[in-house]
């Protein structure tokens, strides 16, 4: 079993940069890839970015590649998403997730956060 809560939302100006973090509970966290999904209202949920469970290999949705920057430090069980150069269609509620395989695919994550709400003004 494993327990995901993300912080560091919240609201920036266009341009702007926020980094998020996923802490997550249980022995098994280093075993898991992990990944940030974002849902913005009136919207289906999103790929955004995925990391294998050693954080070697990363993969990033078109929109943000080059913006956005996942990394994870296993020592303190925890995924971060860097987010840079915002844009106003960054604004979504933002969800980890861990899972045992290393996919773009929501149905191959296991476990979920509640989520962070990002808002990105013009």
């Known amino acids: 079993q494993v327990q995901l809560v993300e912080s560091g939302g919240g609201l920036v100006q266009a341009g702007g940069s926020l980094r998020l973090s996923c802490a997550a509970s249980?022995?098994?966290?280093?075993?898991?890839?992990m990944a940030w999904f974002r849902q913005a209202p009136g919207k289906e949920r999103e790929f955004v970015a995925a990391?294998?469970?050693?954080?070697?290999?990363?993969d990033y949705a078109d929109s943000v590649k080059g913006r956005f920057t996942i990394s994870r430090n296993n020592a303190k069980n925890t995924v971060f998403l860097q987010m840079n150069s915002l844009k106003p269609e960054d604004t979504a509620v933002y969800h980890c997730?861990?899972?045992?395989?290393?996919?773009?695919?929501?149905?191959?994550?296991?476990?979920w956060g509640r989520g962070t709400q990002v808002t990105v003004s013009s």
């Open positions: 249980g022995r098994t966290f280093s075993s898991y890839a």
């Open positions: 997730a861990a899972g045992p395989r290393y996919s773009r695919r929501e149905n191959e994550y296991r476990y």
């Open positions: 990391v294998t469970y050693t954080g070697i290999s990363t």
